[in-house]
């Protein structure tokens, strides 16, 4: 069978207009799915049909798929269009769940908005490097653009300048990244692509540390473990959303 999302619109936030999917049950507990480069809303059709308990919201990042494309996109841009987004559907004691940049965005929104959101799910984060280093052992952005053009393979449904100014900024390092990831103390799991993922697992492995409740598993089939690997990741999802506790950090 195939999934059928409920209720397809958009909301405006930050003057952006943010396409979004909805699904599940309206008055369950809030699952937001943000995507990485490249992919869009669709990209979560397999996962949201596993969580029909939930109030399922699906958007479309700046510059990608169904929403606008301003031609600005800086880093923060992204978390700020999430914090517009849980402000103006008043959603609290969300689960925030991003792949790549999509799980940037959502650690960076829970520090700054920690009691609209219960917990974290991380898949392949984005972590940018702490210092200077060879490019092999940072993120790649070729290897990057590569898993996200696998994604969409008819038409190009995104901003390539979006994805080239994304990119250029997660390869940067970022110091000051890592030390605020003590100030976000949500149950979170992190899940690693592996080896042949462009995130290099070592540094997932980093993050988890840092992070005052994150634990870090690892499902070796690359970067897009939501689609390579959809059961394992849906189940693992699942079971971490079953054990964590309820209730938003204060």
């Known amino acids: 069978m195939v999934f059928a999302w409920s209720a397809v619109g958009a909301v405006v936030v930050n003057g952006v207009r943010l396409g979004c999917r909805e699904a599940g049950d309206p008055s369950g507990r809030p699952v937001v799915l943000l995507h990485g480069c490249g992919s869009s809303s669709r990209t979560w059709d397999r996962l949201a049909a596993r969580l029909s308990e939930h109030r399922v919201i699906a958007v479309d990042l700046r510059g990608h798929a169904t929403s606008a494309r301003p ?3 800086p880093l923060s841009s992204l978390r700020d269009d999430l914090l517009g987004l849980l402000e103006t559907l008043d959603l609290r004691d969300t689960v925030l769940i991003g792949h790549s940049v999509g799980a940037y965005a959502a650690l960076d929104a829970a520090r700054l908005a920690p009691e609209r959101v219960s917990r974290l799910v991380l898949e392949d984060l984005a972590a940018p490097p702490r210092t200077a280093q060879p490019s092999v052992k940072g993120i790649n952005p070729w290897q990057v653009l590569t898993a996200a053009l696998g994604i969409l393979t008819v038409r190009q449904d995104y901003d390539l300048r979006a994805l080239a100014s994304l990119l250029r900024q997660l390869a940067r ?3 000051g990244w890592w030390a605020r990831l003590g100030q976000v103390g949500h149950p979170t799991l992190i899940l690693s692509g592996g080896p042949t993922s462009c995130i290099p697992p070592r540094r997932l492995a980093e993050a988890a540390l840092a992070l005052p409740d994150a634990r870090l598993t690892t499902i070796p089939v690359g ?4 689609s390579l690997a959809p059961d ?4 693992e999802v699942l079971s971490f959303l079953a054990q964590a506790p309820v209730g938003a950090v204060s």
């Open 71 to 73: 031609g600005h996109y």
């Open 232 to 235: 394992r990741f849906a189940t």
């Open 223 to 226: 970067h897009r473990v939501h």
């Open 173 to 175: 390092p970022d110091a």
